[in-house]
């Protein structure tokens, strides 16, 4: 994580450098070299600490900064939400609703699908119509940051509205919006 951290500052600063003479295309350096960094840490983690949440959120706080020339000092929620980043708490959840209904829908990796069970109840019930996953019952933090058991009880909250968009697309606009909703409403 600190390897990550110092990488994303060090471009930080490269890219500073470089907002005067390509300022049409920083959202894209961005994108590439540093959100690329964030995301990459939330693809390969579920359930991370609040401190490490936190360190991502400063990388992602300082990108938004350079991009929109805002100082230090200014509040940054009205940033993100002008720019339609989600919080590094939600893209985590996004990320994480993504590949469970990429496995759901046989677009994800066998594995994922294999370590997410469909709910069916023993009986006609009416939660039987609810697309829900069975949580795993596990007994420790590190249990609950697992991603068969924080990505079913993600799943599991969302709306039948959105599990079932018919494509990859529509699934992610809605669940965009679900999340940045949550985040700055």
């Not at 600063?13 to 894209?28: P, Q, T, W």
């Not at 991370?48 to 000092?73: C, D, E, G, S």
């Not at 990429?102 to 006609?124: C, E, F, V, W």
């Not at 795993?136 to 709306?159: H, I, M």
Request: charged share 20%; aromatic share 8%.
């Amino acid at each position: 994580m600190k390897a990550i951290t110092k990488s994303a500052f060090y471009l930080h600063k490269s890219i500073a450098k470089l907002r005067g003479l390509m300022s049409c295309h920083l959202e894209k350096l961005i994108h590439a070299f540093i959100s690329s960094r964030v995301d990459y840490c939330n693809g390969l983690f579920t359930g991370l600490p609040k401190k490490t949440i936190k360190q991502l959120q400063v990388i992602q706080n300082a990108a938004a900064r350079i991009l929109t020339k805002t100082k230090r000092t200014d509040h940054i929620t009205p940033i993100l939400k002008s720019l339609h980043w989600l919080p590094v708490s939600h893209r985590i959840d996004f990320k994480a609703l993504l590949l469970v209904y990429k496995s759901a829908n046989g677009a994800g990796p066998k594995y994922l699908s294999d370590m997410l069970q469909q709910y069916t109840p023993s009986r006609p019930l009416r939660s039987q119509v609810k697309n829900l996953l069975v949580k795993p019952t596990v007994r420790t933090k590190n249990g609950e940051a697992a991603f068969s058991c924080y990505a079913a009880q993600l799943w599991n909250q969302l709306s039948d509205d959105i599990k079932k968009a018919p494509t990859v697309a529509s699934f992610k606009s809605r669940l965009k919006t679900k999340l940045f909703s949550d985040a700055f409403c």
